[in-house]
Nanobody
Framework: QVRVVESGGDLVQPGGSLRLSCAASGRFVSINDMGWHRQAPGKQREMVARIDSGSYTNYADAVQGRFTISRDNAKNTVYLQMNSLEPEDTAVYYC??????????????WGQGTQVTVSS
């Protein structure tokens, strides 16, 4: 079984910063992609950022230049540094890990989500 656990969500003022963390644990051979999606109230879930095993990154246009994704392969952990936060960034942020398992092959595992609220 693979577990993905996020942390770091909080209430922050507009213009502020926040750092989310996400750790994957369990039985797997390797982790390919890791990344973050978010879902705001009344909206569909959307991709925020992703990083592959070679540290190649992709960002949504809405966060480009403000958010930075990074990973620590030794810790099976991915981070999302969020700067210049806006009220529109308010959402539940979900982390995923795309892992390779001997029995099941490649599968995506998701965390439970962490709430980020940007408000004065």
């Amino acid at each position: 079984q693979v577990r993905v656990v996020e942390s770091g969500g909080d209430l922050v003022q507009p213009g502020g910063s926040l750092r989310l963390s996400c750790a994957a644990s369990g039985r797997f051979v390797s982790i390919n992609d890791m990344g973050w999606h978010r879902q705001a109230p009344g909206k569909q879930r959307e991709m925020v950022a992703r990083i592959d095993s070679g540290s190649y990154t992709n960002y949504a246009d809405a966060v480009q230049g403000r958010f930075t994704i990074s990973r620590d392969n030794a810790k099976n952990t991915v981070y999302l540094q969020m700067n210049s936060l806006e009220p529109e960034d308010t959402a539940v942020y979900y982390c995923y890990a795309r892992v390779f398992e001997l029995v099941f092959g490649t599968r995506d595992y998701w965390g439970q989500g962490t709430q980020v609220t940007v408000s004065s």
